[in-house]
């Protein structure tokens, strides 16, 4: 455990009126913060009305807060009697990088449901919205209300993946905001995608680079992905799965394995091919298994339609929980 002294600033006052408060880091992360106040004091973070979760405890003449999810490296706070303070960065640490956006491809269907946006290391949650907009590059107007304002965000479990999703009430046609807002993305139109720069990792550094990507909005998708149509090829220790169009990057992380082995990696399919490396396959029968989860780019699986009318029965008598692919080697 250390301490780390910082000035703690009476909103309004002289700097005559500064008094320290410390600061406590466990294992690098700050946990809590010495102040002068009594346990009824609250704590909030700069420009937020609502009080941060923590416990209180007595430290001799002074109090102990204990937040509940640690303190934020950079970002400011502030408490109920008016002091505010911030918790320092370690600038020996690295920048954030932005590693890509997901799907890659330079044309998706205009009713594309995810993107996902890839980190180099953990990143602060709750502020897609001020960092990530999506413009129509023709006219230069941003899309309002593009995504779905999560909270929480849909983080993996390092906070290094974060899931974006285009309004679901957009793009399924006759529901209210689609018919108040209209469609995210209209077919053959062209896209933008920014991320801009200043956006903090969980370490307190922020993106030093904004991040720009175009690419073209083609017709709705409204077929299902249909295993029928995909090949099989071995190639030394890769699987090379040929497809009908391009899948969900994050889904197929998890829903295709090779004899209930996951792949070590996997390729994003823009070009309809996945490249999946397990290691050297031996001579003879494998089978690949695909959880039927597996999702397209416009949400639609392998058991059924995302956008469906539900006034009409359907027939969902062949559906699967897993379908399997069984190919040879030599």
Same mark, same amino acid.
Not at 60 to 86: E, M, N
Not at 200 to 209: A, F, I, T, V, Y
Not at 227 to 237: A, Q, T, Y
């Given at each position: 455990?250390?301490?780390?002294?910082?000035?703690?600033?009476?909103?309004?006052?002289?700097?005559?009126d500064?008094s320290?408060?410390?600061?406590?880091?466990?294992?690098?992360?700050?946990?809590?913060v010495?102040?002068?106040?009594?346990?009824?004091?609250?704590?909030?973070?700069?420009g937020?009305?609502?009080r941060?979760?923590?416990?209180?405890?007595?430290?001799?003449?002074?109090?102990?807060?204990?937040?509940?999810v640690?303190?934020?490296?950079?970002?400011?706070y502030?408490?109920?009697?008016?002091?505010?303070?911030? /918790?320092?960065?370690?600038?020996?640490?690295?920048?954030p *990088?932005? +590693?890509?956006?997901?799907? @890659?491809?330079?044309? %998706?269907? #205009?009713n594309?449901?995810?993107?996902?946006?890839?980190?180099?290391?953990?990143?602060?949650?709750?502020?897609?919205?001020?960092?990530?907009q999506?413009?129509?590059?023709?006219?230069?107007?941003?899309?309002?209300?593009?995504?779905?304002?999560?909270?929480?965000?849909?983080?993996?479990?390092?906070?290094?993946?974060?899931?974006?999703?285009?309004?679901?009430?957009?793009?399924?046609?006759?529901?209210i905001?689609?018919?108040?807002?209209?469609?995210?993305?209209?077919?053959?139109?062209?896209?933008?995608?920014? /991320?801009?720069?200043?956006?903090?990792?969980?370490?307190? *550094?922020? +993106?030093?680079?904004?991040? @720009?990507r175009?690419? %073209?909005? #083609?017709?709705?998708?409204?077929?299902?992905?249909?295993?029928?149509?995909?090949?099989?090829?071995?190639?030394?220790?890769?699987?090379?799965?040929?497809?009908?169009?391009?899948?969900?990057w994050?889904?197929?992380?998890?829903?295709?394995?090779?004899?209930?082995?996951?792949?070590?990696?996997?390729?994003?399919?823009?070009e309809r091919?996945?490249?999946?490396?397990?290691?050297?396959?031996?001579p003879?029968?494998?089978?690949?298994?695909?959880?039927s989860?597996?999702e397209?780019?416009?949400?639609?699986?392998?058991?059924?339609?995302?956008e469906t009318?539900?006034t009409?029965p359907?027939?969902?008598?062949?559906?699967?929980?897993?379908?399997?692919?069984?190919?040879?080697?030599?």
């Amino acid at each position: 455990m250390r301490r780390c002294l910082v000035l703690l600033f009476l909103l309004g006052c002289t700097p005559k009126d500064q008094s320290p408060a410390e600061i406590i880091f466990v294992n690098d992360k700050a946990v809590g913060v010495l102040l002068e106040g009594s346990d009824t004091l609250s704590v909030f973070i700069e420009g937020s009305p609502y009080r941060m979760l923590g416990t209180i405890s007595p430290n001799g003449d002074r109090i102990l807060f204990s937040p509940a999810v640690p303190f934020q490296p950079g970002q400011t706070y502030r408490t109920s009697t008016g002091l505010s303070f911030s /918790v320092p960065v370690d600038t020996t640490l690295q920048s954030p *990088l932005l +590693l890509g956006s997901f799907p @890659s491809c330079d044309t %998706v269907p #205009s009713n594309l449901l995810k993107m996902y946006l890839q980190f180099s290391g953990p990143m602060s949650e709750g502020k897609s919205s001020q960092y990530v907009q999506l413009f129509d590059a023709t006219t230069g107007d941003t899309v309002k209300n593009a995504f779905l304002d999560l909270q929480p965000e849909l983080w993996n479990e390092d906070g290094t993946v974060l899931t974006l999703w285009l309004d679901p009430g957009r793009i399924k046609q006759d529901l209210i905001p689609n018919k108040k807002l209209g469609v995210v993305m209209k077919d053959n139109n062209k896209y933008r995608l920014n /991320v801009a720069k200043g956006w903090r990792s969980k370490n307190g *550094l922020g +993106l030093k680079q904004d991040y @720009s990507r175009t690419f %073209v909005a #083609s017709k709705r998708d409204v077929t299902k992905p249909d295993i029928r149509s995909w090949n099989v090829d071995v190639k030394g220790d890769t699987v090379v799965l040929g497809l009908n169009e391009a899948l969900d990057w994050s889904l197929l992380h998890s829903t295709i394995s090779l004899d209930d082995a996951l792949p070590k990696t996997i390729t994003e399919p823009c070009e309809r091919k996945i490249f999946m490396f397990f290691g050297k396959l031996s001579p003879g029968d494998h089978t690949l298994t695909i959880e039927s989860r597996l999702e397209d780019l416009a949400g639609n699986n392998l058991n059924r339609l995302f956008e469906t009318d539900v006034t009409t029965p359907s027939n969902n008598s062949q559906a699967k929980d897993v379908y399997t692919l069984p190919f040879h080697v030599k």
